[in-house]
């Protein structure tokens, strides 16, 4: 098994542009959930997807940011326009269906806007 | 108020030794409880979880063990080797919760074995 595949690793940016961050989850799980790590706040939930449907997106700071999963393999991440504050590192993880199965992470994808 | 918390930012111990790594919890509700490892430049890793019925769990050399009454948990690595140097991460769903994907994270506690 591949594990969960982000792209880019690294996406370097100017202010005011637009980011699209991409996912590929682990095949046949049916949660898929994006995460963000700063120093200042730590590592944050920002949405989760079941079966492809947006389940809870409170986490996304704000309407800057979106995101959709249009099939089970592929998930996106966009903020538009970026902000310098948007600078992290941005994790998608899976996870199969039970309570307990755990978060399979991908490696991230690391923001930098200037 | 929903909080996990890790005090301790970073932990140094000598190689063969035992790993305490601590994590504290402000609701009581909180049911299930995880550790997760972190590697520079990879995402986090599953380590071992507890759910609120125990008070101990055990996978080789790793034990978490829970204290309900003072809302602390512990990670235990026993022994110590150098490849187990990473950023360990405590976390547990919010009470209400439907599945244990949605966490509430600890900033984190850089543990290094030194050879």
């Known amino acids: 098994d591949a594990g969960v595949i982000q792209s880019p690793r690294h996406e370097v940016t100017e202010m005011g542009q637009e980011v699209t961050l991409r996912c590929k989850p682990i095949?046949?799980?049916?949660?898929l959930f994006w995460y963000r790590q700063t120093m200042m706040r730590g590592l944050e939930l920002l949405i989760y997807f079941n079966n492809n449907v947006p389940i809870d997106d409170s986490g996304m700071p704000e309407d800057r940011f979106s995101a959709k999963m249009p099939n089970a393999s592929f998930s996106t991440l966009k903020i538009q326009p970026s902000e310098p504050r948007d600078s992290a590192v941005y994790f998608c993880a899976s996870s199969g269906g039970s309570y307990n199965s755990p978060l399979h992470f991908g490696n991230g994808t690391r923001l930098t806007v200037t | 108020d929903q909080q996990v918390k890790q005090n301790s930012p970073s932990l140094s111990v000598q190689e063969g030794r035992i790993s305490i790594l601590n994590c504290d919890y402000t609701?009581?509700?909180?049911?299930?409880f995880l550790w997760y490892k972190k590697y520079p430049a990879e995402g986090p890793t599953f380590l071992i979880s507890?759910?609120?019925?125990?008070d101990k769990n055990e996978d080789g050399r790793f034990t978490v063990f829970l204290n309900k009454s003072a809302k602390h948990l512990s990670l235990h690595i026993v022994p110590s080797q150098p490849g187990d140097s990473a950023v360990y991460f405590c976390?547990?769903?919010?009470?209400?919760?439907?599945?244990?994907?949605?966490?509430?994270f600890g900033q984190g506690t850089t543990l290094q074995v030194k050879p």
């Open positions: 609701n009581s509700m909180f049911d299930y």
């Open positions: 976390a547990a769903p919010p009470f209400g919760s439907s599945n244990t994907g949605k966490l509430i």
């Open positions: 095949s046949g799980h049916d949660y």
């Open positions: 507890i759910s609120s019925i125990k």
